[in-house]
Structures are given as structure tokens and as C-alpha cells.
């Protein structure tokens, strides 16, 4: 979580760069496309989003968390006709932006919890993984440098990705095709894929490229550090399935080779090359003299590459669209054709054009019309097939603590008391809590994660706390206020939901809280019912 930067008004901000024009290339294209689509298949799309609905999902889906009243207030009285492009561009100039990227992504290369490693042990890898999007690196050169990592997980950078496969080329092998080619190669790992085209030595070719890969304990006394590094020698060895293997046989060094069929070009070390039989713990690895991964890095990142731009388009259009173009994201295949071959080709070849600019990929999906489009349709279809309207999707984990945090005004009370957070984890209760019950994190797209737990959790003191009757909370503000009850409810809903209420909404809270004479306790009740309904669990 991060503190809140000083708010300016939405009606002053100052924009790094001018607004692109609604008729950009690729934002045509991809409103063409599947408009096209939608006539085809007879699909009638639901109407464009309110400018609250609107709201609500992009800061949502762009800085993970709902936006605050001010905010709210300053977009929904805003009578500017493009200030919905407006908007996506002070969200994507906004450092929270690259806060919820790392997070999305972390979840992408490590899960919620790999093993061996707690989730707070990736901090300094998450905070580098933050500054590639807030500054907008090359996705080429920041994916390069994670699959070229070397160094200690305690500097900044990208070491730690390698650490969770330690003396596991297979299984880097498998994540790294997938992750970074959305291409699935762990049928072949035992014998050659039954469906697809990819066989064990297509397999065992990459992992080839990383067997020589070597991590180090470095760590001194309680704190726990690896280092990453690359050996001169060491060969991954093929045996033929699994199936036909003997007891004792011994396989047969396999040469790096590329999906395709090229072969690593691989210079002769010099004779007197040998590495140590055990790195020492505590020293980093030497260099090598040649480096496989290096070379299987600038391959995976080539703009030549026929995978790469195509996965990292499609995963993008998944995170914000609902599902890929391709689904699932990470299973680009013959098998598994594309929704809309011809849009997923643009996007690719577009984001070569743009040499991997995320961020403007990221803008023009977000100001596309099928983006902006409602939510309104059947609920049992959360992922519309033709993109006719927009996804209904359950917040992460920490979506939904950011966007507690947020409506209730709960850093105000903790600023006020001398204990503003520095990071997520100072909230304490709220947060381990929160991923303790929720366990991993939803997909994002077809279903909410409704366990046993997480109904507890709804029902228990920790969220409670949240609903603070300390200086600056949202029920401090409402219950010493003298404003009547309907100005109250009205700052009420556009504090936690985003919207102002309609009529038969603000009538039935209005009764609520002047049931009696103490309206506390109901106030309390008031809030803690926005916060647990559906509206605000989902993004839609």
C-alpha cells in the first residue's frame, strides 16, 4: 500500500504529455474489430458505462484501488468532454500506477506464496518491478534483465525470480516458456506433448540453457540472502520418456536449442576451464566465460521473436478486458485459437512499433469503447465472449484492503495517532489478515473467491476497525456533521461506492439512521454494509 501522494484537484492536473486523439491507430483498430465481431455474431453490446462506473474500474484496474472522495467528487462535477482520457493519463503518471503493475506481475512470476519464500521477502524485487512501469521501461529490456538476473535478492533488481528454482532447470523451464511465451511445454518434460506440436527434446532444449544456472546462499548470521549466478560447465541429460526409461540408464548431454529447432552456436571454453564442485556459501558466483542464459534471454526479447510480443499483448488485454484474446492467457497454441486472430496480430505487431511500451498499450485498451462499455448483461456469463460488455471481476486481496483503507478514510485516523503506515504490512490486522483468509488471489476474471473463510473474515472485529471513530475517519466525519441525514448518505455512497445514491437508496438509509435517537451504532451498520456488499467486491 502506499500513502496517498497530495491530492491536486482533477480539474488542474497537469499533464506530462498531451492527450492522444480518441482516433489513435491502434484504439480504432481495436473498436472496429470488435464491433465487427459483435455484428457477425448477432451480439447486441450493452451501452457505455456511467462516468461512476467508469471510474470506479479504471482506478481499479490502473492504481488497484477505489478512488477517494475528492477524487470522486472532483470527476463526477467535471463537465470536460474528454475527461475520461484525461483521467487515464493522470492515473498512469500516478506512482500508485506502478505499485499495483508489480503487484499483478509479482502474482504472475512467483504466486502468492512460492516455495520456501514469504511474500515480504520480495520487496526489494517488487520495487524494482514498480519503477520499470512508473518509468516506463522497455517491457523487452525489463523482462531481458529479469531472465538475465545475477547478483544478491538484497539489492534491487531481479535475482530473486531465479531463487525459487534452485537447482531446478526443469521447472524454470516450464515457467519461463510460459510466463514469458505463453507457450505450455510441461506435457513434454515426460514425454512429447499428445496434442500440440512440442516434443521432449523441444523441452529439454531450453532447460538446457539453464543448467548451468547456480544460487548461492550468501545470507550472514539471521538474514537470509541468495545469490545468482552461471556456471561454465553442467548439461542437462535426455533418457526418452519416461515410460521407457531402465533403472541406472544414463541420458545424453542435450545441445541448448531454441523452440524452432536452431541450435546455440556455443564457442569451445579453454581447456583449463573447470568450475568447484561446490560454490562456497557466503562468495557469489564467478561469471561464466560464455553465458547460455544470456543468449536464451536476447532470443525470448527478440522483436523477431514469433511468441513474445504476441503473450505479453494478449496478457495485457486479459488484465484489463477479462479474459484474453487468447484464453487462457498463458496457452498460445493451435489448439487454442484467438477470439480475434486478426486484433491480437495488431496488437503485437503495434507493440513491437512502440518498442514494448506498456503503458501505451495499457492507454489504448483503457480508452477503447469495448473497455468503457457497462457491465449489464447475465451474471453467469463473467466473461462475455465477444467483449459486448464489460467483465464482472472479484478484487485481489489487496485491491480490496487498499480500497477499505481508502473509503474509510482509515489512514487519516492512523496519521492522527503518530502510526501512518510506511507499507502495506503497518496496517496490521486488516492486511495479514486479509491474506491469510483470502488464501491466493482470484483470476481476475470468472469467479469470486467465496470460502468459508472469507465469510468469517466479513463478519469479524479486524474489519470492523476500520470503521474508526478516530479523527479523520469517514464515521467521524458523518456522525459529528451537522449536515442532514441526506447530504450524509450522499458522502457516504460517493466515499465507498463511487456514486451517488439514488432516491429509494438515500430514503431507506434515512430511515435507518433516524430510527431512533443514538444513530451511531446504525451509522457504524451503514458503512459496514457498503463495504461488504457485491458492488463493492467486484469490479465491474
Known amino acids: 500500500m502506499t500513502i496517498r501522494p497530495l491530492l491536486l484537484a482533477f480539474v488542474i492536473v497537469c499533464l506530462s504529455q498531451s492527450v492522444s486523439p480518441a482516433a489513435d491507430k491502434i484504439r480504432t483498430t481495436i473498436d472496429q474489430q470488435i464491433e465487427a465481431a459483435w455484428k457477425e455474431n448477432k451480439v447486441t453490446p450493452a451501452p457505455l458505462a456511467s462516468d461512476s462506473e467508469f471510474l470506479r474500474r479504471v482506478y481499479l484496474d490502473l492504481v488497484g484501488k477505489t478512488p477517494s472522495y475528492e477524487e470522486t467528487l472532483a470527476f463526477l462535477d467535471s463537465t470536460e468532454a474528454d475527461k475520461r482520457e484525461k483521467l487515464v493519463e493522470q492515473l498512469l503518471a500516478d506512482p500508485r500506477f506502478g505499485i499495483h503493475q508489480s503487484d499483478l506481475w ?53 535475482p530473486m525470480y531465479f531463487v525459487q528454482y534452485k537447482n531446478a532447470p526443469e521447472d524454470a523451464t516450464q515457467a519461463i516458456t510460459q510466463q514469458f511465451l505463453g507457450v505450455q511445454l510441461q506435457c513434454a518434460r515426460c514425454h512429447d506433448h499428445p496434442f500440440e506440436k512440442w516434443s521432449q527434446l523441444d523441452f529439454y532444449g531450453i532447460a538446457a540453457f539453464l543448467a548451468r544456472l547456480e544460487v548461492v546462499d550468501v545470507g550472514e548470521k539471521k538474514l537470509t540472502s541468495f545469490a545468482v549466478g552461471e556456471k561454465n560447465l553442467g548439461d542437462v541429460l535426455f533418457t526418452g520418456p519416461a515410460a521407457e526409461q531402465e533403472v ?52 525470448i526479447t527478440s522483436p523477431d521473436n514469433p511468441f513474445f510480443a504476441r503473450a505479453v499483448a494478449n496478457r495485457i488485454w486479459g488484465q484489463f478486458m477479462g479474459k484474453g484474446i487468447v484464453d487462457p492467457v498463458d496457452n498460445l497454441s493451435d489448439n487454442n485459437p484467438a477470439s480475434h486472430p486478426e486484433l491480437l496480430d495488431a496488437l503485437a505487431k503495434s507493440l513491437v512499433e512502440h518498442d514494448f511500451d506498456l503503458k501505451w498499450l495499457i492507454r489504448e485498451i483503457v480508452n477503447s469503447k469495448p473497455y468503457q462499455l457497462a457491465s449489464s448483461g447475465p451474471v453467469e456469463e463473467a466473461k462475455p465472449a465477444w467483449y459486448e ?123 435507518h439512521l433516524q430510527a431512533d435517537d443514538e444513530p451511531r451504532e446504525r451509522l457504524k451498520e451503514a458503512i459496514w454494509a457498503l463495504l461488504t456488499c457485491s458492488e463493492f467486491r467486484f469490479n465491474h
Not at 491474506?435 to 467465496?450: A, L
Request: net charge negative; no cysteine; aromatic share 12%.
Open 389 to 511: 460488455r464489460a467483465r464482472y471481476r472479484p478484487l485481489s486481496a489487496e485491491e480490496l484492503v487498499e480500497s477499505w483503507v481508502e473509503a474509510t478514510d482509515y489512514e487519516k485516523v492512523l496519521a492522527a495517532s503518530g502510526k501512518e503506515p510506511k507499507s502495506r504490512f503497518d496496517l496490521g490486522g486488516p492486511w495479514v489478515y486479509m491474506i491469510k483468509y483470502f488464501g491466493e488471489p482470484n483470476d481476475g476474471v470468472d469467479h469470486f473467491q467465496g470460502g468459508i473463510h472469507e465469510h468469517f473474515y466479513m463478519n469479524n472485529g479486524e474489519l470492523h476497525q476500520l470503521i474508526s471513530e478516530g479523527q479523520g475517519s469517514l464515521y467521524a466525519t458523518l456522525s459529528q456533521s451537522e449536515e442532514p441525514w441526506e447530504k450524509r448518505i450522499e458522502k457516504m455512497y460517493l466515499s465507498v461506492l463511487s456514486r451517488r445514491p439514488t432516491p429509494a437508496e438515500t430514503r431507506r438509509f434515512a430511515e
Open 106 to 158: 509479482d502474482m504472475v512470476y512467483f504466486g502468492r506464496n512460492p516455495p520456501g519464500y514469504g511474500t515480504s521477502k520480495r520487496d526489494e524485487f517488487k520495487s524494482w518491478l514498480s519503477d520499470q512501469f512508473n518509468q516506463n521501461v522497455s517491457y523487452r529490456k525489463w523482462a531481458g534483465d529479469i531472465l538475465r538476473a545475477e547478483g544478491s535478492t538484497l539489492e534491487p533488481g531481479t
Open 248 to 299: 541406472g540408464q544414463k541420458g545424453e548431454p542435450v545441445t541448448p536449442t531454441f523452440l524452432g529447432g536452431e541450435v546455440l552456436n556455443e564457442p569451445e571454453l579453454p581447456k583449463d576451464v573447470k568450475d568447484p564442485r561446490l560454490f562456497p556459501a557466503g562468495k557469489m558466483p564467478p561469471k561464466p566465460h560464455f553465458s547460455r542464459r544470456d543468449q536464451l534471454a536476447e532470443w
